[in-house]
């Protein structure tokens, strides 16, 4: 389940990128994030277990997802789908790592990071995303505060 603060509901230009297809490609991305699984107990090849072991046991979330499916799934180019991941990495939503697999790039997405212990209350993840909706949150907070006319005649709230 995808949780998105409320906060970003109030925040204008989280509403403008919301309906975009660049919002959609990032939260069916996030939706594919490598966490832990049994399957990965048993050394034995699993299309995750290289995000599992070389990415997620350091501390990152990171999904990976072929150009050529995303663009079928969203039934565009893959040349629109590099320019919206261009533009998520552009804006620090996402970080894209780039390796060599014998004679084809391989492209992973890295949405954020993570702490703790997972499976325990201590595990939290923390994502680019919304720690650039949470500064801009704050600003818009401090503009409609500098704006109210309490603040304005010299009184400020609490």
């Not at 389940?1 to 925040?11: H, V, W």
């Not at 991941?85 to 993570?114: A, E, P």
Request: net charge positive; charged share 25%; hydrophobic share 35%.
């Amino acid at each position: 389940m995808i949780i998105i603060p409320d906060e970003f509901f109030k925040n204008s230009e989280f509403l403008k990128w919301f309906g975009t297809k660049e919002c959609a490609l990032y939260y069916f991305l996030k939706s594919y994030i490598i966490r832990e699984s049994y399957l990965f107990n048993e050394p034995w090849y699993h299309p995750g277990y290289f995000i599992y072991i070389n990415y997620f046991k350091n501390n990152m979330l990171v999904a990976r997802y072929s150009q050529e499916d995303l663009a079928k799934l969203h039934g565009t180019t893959e040349g629109k789908i590099r320019d919206r991941l261009k533009s998520l990495t552009k804006k620090g939503f996402i970080n894209k790592i780039k390796t060599r697999k014998g004679s084809v790039d391989v492209m992973y997405y890295q949405f954020g990071t993570w702490s703790g212990e997972y499976g325990t209350d201590t595990y939290r993840e923390s994502y680019f995303l919304d720690q650039w909706y949470d500064l801009k949150a704050q600003e818009e907070i401090l503009i409609r505060k500098i704006k109210s006319p309490t603040y304005q005649n010299g009184m400020v709230e609490g």
